[in-house]
């Protein structure tokens, strides 16, 4: 068994147009940083953009998609985020730490990222937050954990997708189907280390 640990922080956001957005920004991983775009629109379709053939091969091997786009992928800025590809152009603003995230900011991120931990607290974050998972089963029999460490509110969202206006921030309702776990409802962006371990 191995196990890679990716470390950085996921936004999620829903929007009016239906379509809701998952990216990755990973400050270390076992290939250095990168970022990636998971998309599902409000017929369900999912897409994946992936900056190169590795992350590609990876991430489709963890993970259910529809479609997979290798192009480039660019996430500038603190407050706001700007996520740039040649498909894909979106703005979330950040807003402040949410009461959940001064929660998490109480436990040591050593035991807050481990997978005794993840595994510990999966029942809880099942009742929280609706269709959350911390522990699971991934494709090609691999299994995850996500320890999240902070979580800071997403307040607004603007962009086009495909040229297609993305509308204003809403709920990510239905939750994503990308995997075992989806985002939390309420947009924000989560300061988390993902361990997956591979058969």
Not at 52 to 65: G, K, L, M, P
Not at 100 to 125: F, M, Y
Not at 158 to 185: I, N, Y
């Amino acid at each position: 068994m191995r196990r890679d640990r990716f470390t950085g922080r996921i936004a999620g956001a829903g929007s009016s147009s239906g379509i809701r957005i998952v990216v990755g920004r990973w400050d270390a991983s076992p290939w250095g940083p990168f970022a990636d775009v998971m998309i599902e629109d409000a017929d369900g379709h999912r897409v994946l953009l992936a900056p190169d053939e590795r992350v590609r091969d990876f991430v489709a091997a963890t993970y259910s998609f529809d479609e997979i786009v290798v192009e480039p992928v660019r996430v500038d800025g603190q407050e706001p985020w700007r996520v740039v590809t040649p498909s894909l152009d979106l703005k979330l603003s950040v807003g402040r730490r949410t009461a959940l995230g001064h929660l998490l900011r109480v436990v040591p991120p050593a035991l807050a990222t481990s997978p005794a931990w993840c595994a510990a607290i999966d029942p809880i974050a099942r009742v929280v937050m609706r269709g959350v998972r911390t522990r699971g089963t991934a494709g090609q029999g691999r299994r995850e954990w996500y320890g999240a460490t902070s979580v800071h509110a997403v307040t607004a969202l603007s962009g086009t997708w495909r040229d297609v206006d993305l509308g204003e921030l809403a709920p990510v309702d239905p939750p994503c189907r990308f995997g075992f776990s989806s985002v939390p409802r309420r947009p924000c962006v989560t300061a988390v280390v993902t361990t997956v371990e591979l058969a």
